[in-house]
């Protein structure tokens, strides 16, 4: 079975500093990682993703996370805060898809973070 | 606009009665999602579809939980008798379906209150 963890419920950072958002995964194949995030109110937007290759990925709006396969971790980071960054961050993963080409994605639970001005 | 789009986004409804919500994926995915989201939860799965066959069903799904994708475009799920404990804000997702690149992209989401 896949899990993914997201140690801290809420993540205060005071604008311009760097930020990271933890998440832990487990998979028994080769693990697929997605971060979203989520406005009040709002669907999720994808920020990211970890299929293969590169550990530092790069996405939206300055975002960035390091797999890290030795710690089963895909933190989020941000070199410099800002205060529209605030919102609930997602990460996800996925197993290795089956014979069909599916596996579902299992989110983790959220990590609400609050840029200060 | 070429996202995912839901409707309503917002429904108040009281106990017993019937709702159904609707979902048009990005239109070439072939892949289509519906997920459940409760405060302080992630989304969590609800069925999928790839074209018009619904492949997967979670056990969160009940009976009075019905979803379809008659031509493989639009979706509905519809809720029958509905409960107080199915207020929760309704996500629907899609991707194409391209192994291990896929990514599915996420609608506004419909938020049903149960009275």
């Known amino acids: 079975a896949q899990s993914v963890a997201q140690p801290e419920d809420q993540v205060n950072v005071a604008e311009g500093n760097p930020l990271t958002v933890k998440c832990t995964y487990s998979?028994?194949?080769?693990?697929?990682l997605f971060w979203y995030v989520q406005y009040p109110n709002r669907g999720l937007q994808f920020l990211l993703k970890y299929i293969t290759g590169d550990n530092l990925v790069k996405g939206s709006y300055g975002f960035e996370a390091e797999f890290n396969k030795s710690q089963t971790s895909f933190h989020l980071k941000k070199p410099s805060a800002l205060v529209s960054d605030s919102a609930l961050y997602f990460c996800a993963v996925r197993d290795t898809p089956n014979s069909g080409g599916y596996q579902k994605v299992t989110f983790g639970t959220g990590t609400k973070l609050q840029v200060i001005p | 606009d070429t996202g995912v789009s839901q409707d309503p986004r917002h429904k108040i409804t009281k106990r017993g009665q019937n709702v159904t919500f609707r979902c048009d994926p990005i239109?070439?995915?072939?892949?289509l999602y519906w997920y459940r989201q409760t405060l302080g939860q992630g989304p969590e799965f609800l069925t999928y579809?790839?074209?018009?066959?619904?492949?997967?069903k979670s056990r969160l799904l009940s009976d009075r939980f019905s979803a379809e994708r008659p031509k493989g475009s639009f979706s509905t799920l519809e809720i029958q008798r509905t409960e107080q404990g199915d207020s929760a804000m309704y996500l629907c997702a899609s991707s194409l379906a391209v192994a291990v690149q896929e990514t599915q992209y996420f609608g506004p989401g419909t938020r049903l209150l149960v009275l």
């Open positions: 239109s070439e995915h072939n892949r």
């Open positions: 998979v028994s194949g080769n693990p697929y």
């Open positions: 579809f790839q074209n018009e066959a619904q492949l997967e």
